[in-house]
């Protein structure tokens, strides 16, 4: 499936005054490891809190963080990398809500129009691999959690050369490697490196984990996961 942000994403830079609502209507892009600060002050208590912006656009932001901040307050977005040397983005906490991870989601709205050529240049999610559904779905994950191994099923629902979408009980950690292999006849094939990208609800409410693989997919799992197999798996 290809992305439909990926289209030109040039944003004009004298767009402060422009009304909330045609704001609200502006594209979202996805962006890809866009680390952050989230700051707010609490009475006398200043909050800065590491977080991860899952999408932005010129007029707000999604960002999930470890805390949210209370609705209506003045918030700053500070880009891990210091992104093109830009100074904290000031804005206010829309609404927020809790990520299936425990994690918030909190949405933002910038003060003033944000241009985003220097962010998405840094940051926007290309995908580059179309993403097929698939005949076998049986797969199992396994990370390394707080010194010992642990191991979750789950459903596959579509795969590329770049990453899978699979149905899960458990949340995967953020931020570490993740062993992907995929079950042909009970057996479980060599796993492929990956990491996390989000864990999301669908409209049913089951947990789908997006994963990225480190290196291509294997073309042998790629073929066997679309195609399935009555061989024996070597």
Do not use: Y
């Amino acid at each position: 499936m290809t992305d439909s942000n990926r289209g030109t994403h040039r944003a004009p830079t004298d767009r402060a005054n422009v009304p909330v609502e045609e704001q609200r209507q502006s594209p979202r892009f996805r962006l890809r490891d866009a680390h952050a600060i989230l700051s707010w002050d609490e009475g006398s208590e200043r909050v800065d809190c590491n977080g991860e912006i899952l999408n932005i656009s010129g007029g707000g932001a999604a960002v999930l963080a470890q805390r949210a901040p209370p609705t209506g307050l003045a918030v700053r977005l500070q880009f891990a990398r210091k992104t093109a040397a830009m100074e904290p983005l000031e804005a206010r906490s829309l609404a927020s809500s809790v990520d299936p991870s425990g994690r918030h989601l909190v949405r933002i709205q910038f003060t003033h129009w944000v241009s985003l050529d220097a962010i998405l240049e840094h940051h926007l999610e290309r995908r580059l691999w179309q993403r097929f559904p698939v005949r076998e779905t049986r797969v199992t994950l396994t990370w390394f959690e707080d010194g010992s191994e642990k191991t979750g099923r789950g459903e596959l629902l579509n795969i590329g050369g770049g990453g899978a979408a699979i149905i899960v009980d458990v949340i995967c950690p953020a931020g570490e490697t993740i062993w992907f292999a995929l079950e042909i006849d009970g057996k479980a094939l060599d796993p492929v490196e990956s990491r996390l990208v989000v864990t999301s609800l669908d409209p049913s409410g089951l947990k789908v984990a997006r994963i990225e693989f480190l290196g291509t997919c294997p073309i042998f799992v790629f073929e066997l996961a679309l195609h399935g197999s009555t061989s024996t798996v070597p």
